[in-house]
């Protein structure tokens, strides 16, 4: 049972570009959480999917970050017109379902570079 | 409002045993998470406690006591390869959220 995979592992841009960041949840698992995590500092929650739908995406600014997970393929983190601030390493995280015991599971995530 | 408390840094000799204290103050509680997360990589599991007491699993150990929002991961017989960084989280809100604290960096010492 494969793991959690997040890709691209590393991902450069220069100001203004656009990142896509992909994250596929391990079999089974139907919620997708995305964190971005800055050197030396916690994870901090961004955004909450099910399939199809955003159920939670209050730590997620306003502009230029969007996040889908379409019923088809991988959740998407988008981040539109980057800016050096946004350079970290964004950990995609998958769970089967909510109220259990269960723990979410993390990708190997992906380190944003903006330069 | 959610907050959840850690130290910053610890520092610990190898075969030594430590605690890493965590205290939250969340608007909802469905579970506390224990993660280790060693430098440039995803953090892993290590421990759940729903209950009030005391969870073990080897070499870890991690305790809750809900009326005070306060939670300890022990680690006994430490190891170099211990040297990590412990993160505390709590579910919120039956599983709407997971919020976590700043984590620990632990050192350990030879």
């Known amino acids: 049972n494969a793991g959690v995979m997040q890709n691209p592992r590393h991902l450069v841009r220069r100001r203004g570009q656009e990142a896509r960041l992909r994250c596929s949840p391990m079999?089974?698992?139907?919620?997708v959480y995305w964190y971005r995590q800055l050197p030396e500092e916690g994870l901090k929650f961004m955004v909450y999917?099910?399939?199809?739908?955003?159920?939670?995406e209050s730590g997620m600014p306003k502009e230029r970050f969007s996040a889908e997970f379409p019923k088809e393929g991988p959740s998407i983190l988008r981040i539109q017109q980057v800016v050096r601030g946004d350079s970290a390493a964004y950990f995609c995280?998958?769970?089967?379902?909510?109220?259990?015991?269960?723990?979410?599971?993390f990708g190997p995530g992906t380190r944003l570079l903006v330069l | 409002g959610q907050n959840i408390d850690q130290p910053t840094e610890m520092t610990a000799t190898e075969g030594a045993i430590v605690q890493i204290n965590c205290t939250y103050q969340?608007?909802?509680?469905?579970?506390l998470f224990w993660y280790q997360q060693h430098a440039g990589e995803a953090p892993t599991f290590l421990s759940y406690?729903?209950?009030?007491g005391l969870e073990e699993k080897g070499r870890f150990s991690s305790f809750l006591s809900r009326s005070k929002g306060y939670s300890y991961l022990l680690l006994k017989e430490l190891q170099m390869k211990d040297s990590a960084s412990y993160l505390c989280?709590?579910?919120?809100?039956?599983?709407?959220?997971?919020?976590f604290g700043p984590g620990t960096r632990l050192s350990v010492l030879p």
């Open positions: 406690n729903v209950l009030d």
């Open positions: 969340t608007s909802g509680f469905n579970g």
């Open positions: 995280a998958s769970s089967p379902e909510v109220g259990t015991k269960e723990t979410q599971y």
């Open positions: 999917l099910q399939k199809e739908n955003i159920i939670d």
């Open positions: 989280a709590v579910r919120d809100n039956y599983g709407q959220n997971f919020v």
């Open positions: 079999k089974g698992h139907s919620h």
